[in-house]
Nanobody, 117 residues
Framework: QVQLVESGGGLVQAGGSHRLSCAAS????????MGWYRQAPGKQRELVAA???????NYADSVEGRFTISRDNAKNTVSLQMISLKPEDTAVYYC???????????WGQGTQVTVSS
């Protein structure tokens, strides 16, 4: 059973930095794309950043230049380094991963990031 476990949520002041981590377990095949999504109150879940197994990345326009996604294929982990945080970054952040070969999609339980002004 594949599980994604996020860690690192919390309360941060505007302008500050924070790091989220996600560990995926339960797959012997590993993962293709891994990424981070977020959902703010009253809004739809949106893609924040994603990375392919080969290391290509893409970012939402709103976080480009402020957030950096990275992954470790051997450990099946993905991280999100966030700097220059803004109150509008406040959301529940979800880790997402697509299992190799079977292309099944998995979600973490979410972790709250609150940016205070």
């Amino acid at each position: 059973q594949v599980q994604l476990v996020e860690s690192g949520g919390g309360l941060v002041q505007a302008g500050g930095s924070h790091r989220l981590s996600c560990a995926a377990s339960g797959s012997i095949f590993g993962f293709n794309a891994m990424g981070w999504y977020r959902q703010a109150p009253g809004k739809q879940r949106e893609l924040v950043a994603a990375t392919t197994r080969g290391g290509s990345t893409n970012y939402a326009d709103s976080v480009e230049g402020r957030f950096t996604i990275s992954r470790d294929n051997a450990k099946n982990t993905v991280s999100l380094q966030m700097i220059s945080l803004k109150p509008e970054d406040t959301a529940v952040y979800y880790c997402n991963a697509e299992e190799r070969y079977f292309h099944r999609n998995y979600w973490g339980q979410g972790t709250q990031v609150t940016v205070s002004s």
